[in-house]
């Protein structure tokens, strides 16, 4: 038995669109029905569980008469409005015959980017869960503006166990398993554990599933349990008929081991929850005192600034040759840096005021990457 598994006690649970639906896009109430019953059982021994859950989309082709997924951003987002009231339904009879109450959570890319979104996130589920509901979050497809797919949900699971402390996170699909190369030909083999990359080098992973009612793949999962693992999470991945057998501890699937202890919350979402707003690049010795020595960020060691950022902003700290190899929150505007660029903190008090006597980046505000 993985007694990762077995000593859980806040549980993540994500699953994929084709694990719900039919072939043509229709909600399959079997497997939901199923899914329920297994996280029903788990509430019922005292864990807490979150559920991420795919199939707003694939929910609402049917219902629209559309053969296929769409390509264009109007009829995902319309398909995705019909669908999760669809999917949400379902949910809530099927918790409902188990003596659960559900609560709704959809998410946008700006929750898990913006540092006050994300703590009023974070209260909305803690509250959730100490009521004993059941979160069921899913983005929030319908008024996405950008490409809808925040990798395939798999990242979104990954930041949302991240975000609510989670014991483990478990990554239902398709596919039984993670494996060495294609699952149905006869020379791959089931990988059992990861224990970090080192497990991963030569394995070859796919994109989307089979049934093509989803965005993501394995290429997605094993990204998601690397922010998950960082985070000192461990993740189970594998097919949703084999949930209660994972959740029991079994041995199924493959299992990453968390790669460290839990990370501080906010380097973590520095990391993993933020997109850089703009770029600055750093001499070589400015990379050595923040990636060598943990120093702040001061004006003399930048060379040239891309982007168009505000204070407060996560940006990117890049090498000469435009790497990156930190982020961390920007003290100034982007329109005010280039006049301080190569001057010390000194020069700049000296000449503009002690308001300018301070970091571009301090370093309790910036994390390695």
């Known amino acids: 038995m993985r007694e990762a598994v077995t000593t859980a006690r806040r549980i993540v649970v994500k699953v994929g669109s084709s694990s719900l639906t039919t072939a043509k896009g229709g909600l399959d109430t079997a497997r939901v029905e199923s899914l329920v019953g297994t996280l029903g059982a788990l509430a019922g021994e005292g864990r807490e569980v979150v559920l991420v859950s795919s199939g707003a989309i694939a929910a609402g082709l049917a219902p629209l008469g559309l053969a296929r997924r769409p390509r264009d951003l109007a009829t995902q987002q319309a398909a995705a409005s019909v669908g999760q009231g669809l999917l949400i339904g379902h949910y809530e009879a099927a918790f409902a015959r188990q003596g659960r109450t559900i609560g709704q959570v959809l998410l946008t890319v700006d929750d898990v980017i913006r540092r006050t ?3 009023n996130a974070y209260r909305t589920l803690r509250k959730l869960l ?7 979050v899913n983005e929030n497809d319908t008024v996405a503006t950008e490409e809808i797919r925040f990798g395939d949900n798999d990242r979104l699971a990954a930041l949302v166990a991240a975000l609510v402390r989670a014991d483990l996170l478990v990554l239902l699909s398709d596919v039984d ?7 149905r030909l006869p020379d791959s083999r089931r ?14 992973v796919g994109g989307a599933g089979r049934a093509g009612l989803g965005t993501g793949g394995m290429v997605t999962k094993v990204e998601a349990a690397r922010i998950a693992t960082e985070s000192g999470i461990p993740v189970v991945l594998t097919a949703a008929p084999l949930a209660a057998d994972a959740l029991a501890g079994k041995d199924v699937g493959t299992l990453f081991h968390p790669s460290r202890k839990r990370p501080r919350a906010r380097l973590f979402w520095l990391a993993h929850a933020t997109t850089a707003r703009g770029r600055l690049h750093l001499d070589p010795g400015a990379v050595q005192a923040v990636v060598g020595r943990r120093k702040s960020l001061l004006p003399a060691g930048i060379t040239a600034v891309d982007g168009n950022f505000s204070a ?3 940006v990117d700290l890049v090498d000469e040759a435009g790497l990156p190899v930190a982020r961390g929150l920007v003290n100034y505007d982007a329109v005010e840096l280039p006049d301080l660029l190569g001057h010390t903190t000194g020069e700049l008090a000296a000449t503009l005021g002690p ?5 571009v980046v301090h370093r309790d505000d910036l994390v390695l990457l």
Do not use: K, M, N
Request: aromatic share 8%; charged share 25%.
């Open 117 to 119: 979104h994300y703590r």
């Open 130 to 136: 100490d009521l004993g509901a059941v979160p069921i």
């Open 177 to 183: 398993a993670l494996y060495t190369g294609d699952p």
């Open 191 to 204: 990988v059992d554990e990861v224990h970090g990359p080192q497990d991963l080098a030569g394995i070859a």
């Open 312 to 314: 407060g902003d996560p």
């Open 355 to 359: 308001a300018y006597e301070r970091e």
